[in-house]
Nanobody, 122 residues
């Protein structure tokens, strides 16, 4: 069993930045898992944000977010990060971290965190 916990969400003004963290723990070696970030706004489906493979070399982004968001990982700390810059009101959502894939589809992931709220007022 792998436990996943996100942190770092909050309220930020448009144009600001936030860095989300995703800490994984449990029986399975973290470094063997790819990680992904998704987000879900009220009334909308969960959408892919970014993912990173076990080595940290291969990174994937939603086309609409490329250039503003950066995914990274520190395997030594069993933690993945999502740096979000130039935030916009439409980035407001609950952000989820998941392990087990680099897929753009939620079904590809086995373990999920509870999510962290990011709010960018208009």
């Amino acid at each position: 069993q792998v436990q996943v916990e996100e942190s770092g969400g909050g309220l930020v003004q448009a144009g600001g930045s936030l860095r989300l963290s995703c800490a994984a723990s449990g029986r399975t070696t973290f470094s063997s898992y790819a990680m992904g970030w998704f987000r879900q706004a009220p009334g909308k489906e969960r959408e892919f944000v970014a993912s990173i493979d076990w080595s940290g070399v291969h990174k994937y982004y939603a086309d609409s977010l490329k250039g503003r968001f950066t995914i990274s990982r520190d395997s030594g700390k069993n933690t993945a990060y999502l740096q979000m810059n130039s935030l916009k009101p439409e980035d407001t959502a609950v952000y989820y971290c998941a392990t087990g894939s680099t897929s753009r589809f939620p079904e590809g992931y086995k373990y999920w965190g509870q999510g962290t709220q990011v709010t960018v007022p208009s």
